[in-house]
């Protein structure tokens, strides 16, 4: 929470100078430092407080009260102890996380029910769904043991990109004991060569906590490139 602290207070203040909001005096710039020098940090520090909102997910907040806060504050700090942020923005992201997960829940649950009635989509008993889009050479993982090599586009149920090997420029490799349920028991279903879409609900993936929220359901488009089946009794046990 201590990022929160610092990034209100600060830009906070460069919001409600924008707004006209009455503000504390300040030192006065040095004369070098140009009114397109103060206009680009002050910017700067506008996109620094959105990409804190964006990555706490906070969702839709009020824009007055953060100016009207970041205003008192620098009026005079000595009326804020150093609980007064924290014991708030808990007791909202608390509540928030609670809702979020139960609307994605549902969401998630409703998805999955419509996609189930697609043609080549397989359920199966734990709940994940499963289709394979190109079948590869026949040779499947046969254990959690296996090391895969993959490449990979994972995303939320409306499409969002939150992970992707593609992007990252570089395939990557890892044993099936390693990874979320519904990779471990998705990737045996593929073999080597092929492209498989997993559809896995939030049980079965990130649980309360998702990439991009709590209880959420995921879909991750997967080339498996090449398998290396473990050696010995031990590497395959569950």
Sequence with gaps: MKSIKLLSAVAC???ALASCVSMPSF????????KADVDSASYALGVYFGQMIKMNNLGDLNINEIMK?????LKDDSQFDSNFINERMNTFMGKRNVAVGETNLKEGEAFLAENAKKEGVVS???GLQYKVVRP???????????????NYEGTSIDGE???????????????LDKVIPGWKEG???????????LYIPSELAYGESGPMGPNQTLIFKVELISI?????AEEIAE
């Design 13 to 15: 203040a460069s919001l």
């Design 27 to 34: 030192d006065k710039q040095p004369a070098s430092i140009t």
């Design 69 to 73: 806060g970041c205003n008192a504050y």
């Design 124 to 126: 199966t008993e734990s």
């Design 136 to 150: 590869g050479n026949g040779n499947f993982p046969t254990s959690v043991g296996d090391e895969v090599t993959v």
């Design 161 to 175: 990109v939150f992970d992707s090997s593609y992007e990252a420029g570089q395939a990557v490799s890892f044993t």
């Design 187 to 197: 990737i045996l279903n593929i073999d080597e060569g092929g492209e498989i879409m």
């Design 228 to 232: 290396q089946h473990a050696k010995n």
